[in-house]
């Protein structure tokens, strides 16, 4: 292990210095000889710890040997966390090209990816695991996910269609063109990557050249909660008013309610999506049945999306849905929007979204 | 070793005896080349008999080739007048410049067969042949250009050699003080097991519980220059006596008592503080 560990410092030592650039010849020599499991060149380990403990031996000879036995655990933490390190960039390259985020667990922590709105996975991240004391967890927890983002690599090598994962009762932004192909987004409405996606889909035009539906996902955080507290209550409305259409809408009354929540601002000039998110499930109920009046909706109607909205039928839709997003697409990331046969994990800016192919 | 398997000559290793001696049975010196070396490099042992053994190889047709290498700066008299065939030596061991020396009979030098031939070796040169030089046996050994440089400071050392007095007395009364210091001294660290009989230029040493290769490294750091390992007598330490590698202390002229006491002191406490 001794002479693995000084491999690797005598790795870095000679990209800066070439004095040790023989040390490391004679190093990796020591290296071969231990990963083909014959025993290390010990002349070369014993060299290396002479020269480090001598000037230790002429003045205290007797700290000689705990230093010696200090100098071996160092090397075994130098080639643990090296191999740990490693396996780590290794692990978020392989995360940044399945999910477009170098860490799955927290999408939204990596800066290398698109931005975006984490799904937070339900299984402890390894050093979660670690703190709590959970070693063997840890590492098969790890291994799983692990083995889940590899099964996933085929899916970065195919062909998206947006067709395949539709909701029921899609509704597009504009009429339904068939000459146009179609873009499938994932949003919640809580989510700020979401509404400017939304923003940059108007600004771009895209929505002109593309067929754009969404599936409403609101973030889970943990048991029967949810990382945007009222994305639950708004994406069951949303349903609801897929459910019970307004008749002769040009605009479906869902995208219109949509359109309020990104893009329109309070009395006092704050976003509304700021406002929902901060607001209790009774201001957002009300805020949402007034909107639902404004658009169009009888007082009746309004009350039968709000019963329908809590209704098993919307909860099954919704749980569809879930399983589109985590299942099928499998994205940690929200937004995710699906077109041109890609699959665009994280916010898409105007520019990608005006050179799309339509 | 080579030459021996290159042209399947038998070869015998005989021991020495505890006083250095050595006791080949005549029938083995039957047209032997016998090759000893003068002074131990591991303890300093000479070899007591060393001209009866020349005599009794000479009578039995053979030839005795010495190694002086550890001979020539401190017992140069070991090898004098013994009627050596051939005596070997290095002169950067003798206070010169790196060089090879071979001091051979003409009867040897005349029986070589010539492995290169170059200038300064020859008188005559025909169209299918060339006659060497009569009565210059050495130029077999010396074709093309010598290194001048290296034998005229070889020339130099043995004349320094010849006038130098350290201290003020002669460099065989000034080295047997330090080699009796340092003998007593290295005697004295229980840590340790000395390998010399009796005090010597050269003292060998080994601890049961540290290696010589750490001790080496340690003291270089403390300015002491020892040598560790088994000196290329692998045979004879490893095999024979079953000896961990040793530590090496070789005195010379430069040396005062001062460095002995150092070495010492920086000795014994590492010994005592890795135990």
Known sequence: MFCIGAFIVLVVLSIVSARYRKMLGKAWGCVARRVTFRPCDTTFKQDVKDHLLAPLAIRSPRLVKPASIALEVVAVLIVVTTVLSLYFVLRAGLNLWVYNTCDKEDSQSCSLGAQACSIQQSTPSFWESIGQGDVIGAFGNEFSSLGETISLIPSRLTTWKAEEFLPANVTYAKPYDAAKPTALEIIDPGCTYCKQLFENIKESGFADRYNVAYVAFPIPAGDDSFKFANSRLIVSYLEA??????????????WQVLDRIYTSKNEVGVDMQSVINAASADTVTKLLDGWLSDIGYTADQVATVKKVAASTQVSDIMADNSNIVKSRINTVKIPTIIFDGSRHDGLVSVEDLENADG | MTAADRLGIDRVVRPR?????????????????VVVNAVSNIDGRT????????????????????????????ARQVVTDIGADAICFSAHKMYGASLGVIVATHELLNSLELAFVGGGMVSDVTESSFELLPNEPWSRLEPGLQA??????????????????????????HLSSLEHRLFEGLSDIPELTVINAG???????YSETVDAHRLAVFLSRAGVMVRS???CAHHYLKETRGLPPLLRFSLGLHNTSADVDIALTQLSGLARGLR
Request: no cysteine; proline share 6%.
């Open chain 1, 241 to 254: 008013m897929r459910l019970n259409p307004l008749a002769d809408a040009t605009v479906p009354a869902d």
């Open chain 2, 17 to 33: 005896n505890a006083d250095g001696s050595l006791d080949v049975e005549d029938a083995l010196l039957e047209r032997a080349v």
């Open chain 2, 47 to 74: 070899v007591p008999n060393l001209a009866e053994l020349v005599q009794a190889t000479h009578r039995r047709g053979g030839i005795v080739v010495v190694d002086a290498a550890q001979a020539m700066a401190h």
């Open chain 2, 148 to 173: 001048w440089g290296e034998i005229i400071a070889l020339g130099a050392a043995f004349d320094w050699l010849g006038s130098v007095r350290p201290g003020g007395v002669t460099p065989a009364v």
């Open chain 2, 199 to 205: 005090p010597s230029s050269v003292i060998s040493v």
């Open chain 2, 229 to 231: 390992g088994y000196f």
